[in-house]
């Protein structure tokens, strides 16, 4: 408390409320939190990723595309996607701008992979649609000439070898 010991006439005055100067007083407004940079420097920028990201995504489902083999049609592109994706954040990383390294060798990796079950993927289907279409030209070969001997035939023998 601030008092006065001994006033004029030798009265005691008191100041009403009572004043605490060693008491804090709160400041005016909010302090500001500490910059986690020094004055002048400027944050740096949240790290670029999305590349890695999304050939990770393409190439997971290029692989899975890759298990059917009639799916190439999706698994092929998707796995060029991430081919390229991959090697753009591979870039992306070299020069510092994000830091998902793993994630992008790993994408570009598995897009290397469904690339190749993309093309197997192919190759087992154009030859199943080729021995099939092989099968049904000989089918209807066989049909033809057994319609033409069905024409020719004359006596119920010649019917009957015809059917055979």
Known sequence: MNQQPYGPGGQQHHQY??????????????????????????MP??????????????????????????????????SVIAVVLGI??????RRG?????????????LGIIALLMAFNGA???FTALNE???????TINEEQQRVRCFEKAETPDEILACSR
């Open 97 to 109: 701008v994000a830091d998902n390294s793993r994630t992008t060798n790993i994408a570009t990796l």
């Open 17 to 42: 409320p009572p004043q605490r100067q060693w008491a804090p007083q709160p400041p005016p407004y909010h302090p500001q939190q500490p910059y986690p940079f020094p004055p002048g420097q400027m």
């Open 88 to 93: 753009a954040g591979m870039g992306r990383v």
């Open 123 to 125: 190759r087992i289907t």
């Open 132 to 138: 099939f279409g092989t099968t049904i030209n000989t």
């Open 45 to 78: 920028p949240e790290p670029r990723n999305s590349f890695g990201l999304a050939a990770m995504v393409c190439a997971i489902i290029g692989v899975l595309c890759g298990f059917v083999p009639i799916a190439f049609v999706i698994g092929g592109p998707l």
